[in-house]
């Protein structure tokens, strides 16, 4: 168990509906960062939450959005589902801001049918 | 298991053999430098890291080298065994504040016993 939380494990929703992913960092990390993982498309980075304010965004499509809590979990809402937005979505956290290593959780496994 | 990827580099070695994993990194300026092994069915899990002010760095039987003049990273495991078989990235950070890491797209390592 690494410390990061994600729930849920598995989620199978419809083209054009909405869902919500769920992380809650390792005890005492204040970032959080999300990741999308696509067999075509490795690990891509989706966007870094700090404290509670959003401090990095990479490659996250405008249907998605992402916030962070006061206590500090976080949730990856993705809208308008499509076909391809099927994948391993995992969050991330660590420390401090910018520094080291982050630690994974096991992930959500998002199937868009 | 989930698959994370059909189209990976994929290096098979005997049990008790030695393995090299290579990385070719995008980023000059990057300066720090992680290895993360994912098991099927789970998340990225951290092994080694490097600076880029050194350019090797031993753990429990596994050693990073860097070669900052032609950006290539390897992970060399010892006396490989059939746990460590599992897909291999290799990830990047820049020297800015808002740098986050960056993903190769791995490489699969298949022990046989």
Redesign the interface.
């Known amino acids: 168990d690494?410390g990061?939380t994600q729930t849920p494990k598995h989620l199978i929703t419809a083209t054009g509906q909405r869902v919500t992913l769920r992380c809650s960092p390792r005890s005492g990390d204040l970032s959080v960062?999300w990741?999308q993982?696509s067999?075509?498309q490795?690990?891509?980075?989706l966007i870094?939450y700090y404290n509670g304010e959003e401090?990095?965004k990479?490659n996250i499509l405008e249907r998605f959005s992402a916030q962070q809590f006061p206590d500090l979990h976080s949730e990856l809402n993705l809208s308008s589902l499509e076909l391809g937005d099927s994948a391993?979505y995992?969050c991330?956290s660590s420390p401090g801001?910018?520094g080291?290593?982050?630690?994974?959780?096991?992930?959500t496994?998002l199937t868009v049918v | 298991g989930e698959s994370v990827g059909l189209h990976l580099p994929t290096l098979s070695v005997q049990e008790g053999d030695n393995s090299i994993i290579n990385c070719a990194y995008s980023n000059s300026a990057s300066d720090y430098f992680i290895w993360y092994k994912q098991e099927s069915g789970k998340g990225p899990q951290f092994i080694i890291d490097i600076r880029s002010n050194m350019d090797k760095r031993q753990g429990q039987r596994v050693t990073v080298l860097l070669n900052k003049t032609v950006k290539h990273l390897s992970l060399q495991i010892a006396a490989t065994q059939p746990g460590d078989s599992a897909v291999y990235f290799c990830a990047e950070k820049g020297n800015s504040g808002y740098s986050t890491l960056t993903f190769g797209k791995g490489t699969m390592l298949l022990v046989s016993p």
């Open positions: 690494s990061v960062y990741y993982q067999l075509d490795g690990l891509q980075f870094q401090r990095a990479g391993l995992f991330a801001p910018t080291g290593g982050y630690t994974f959780g096991s992930g496994r």
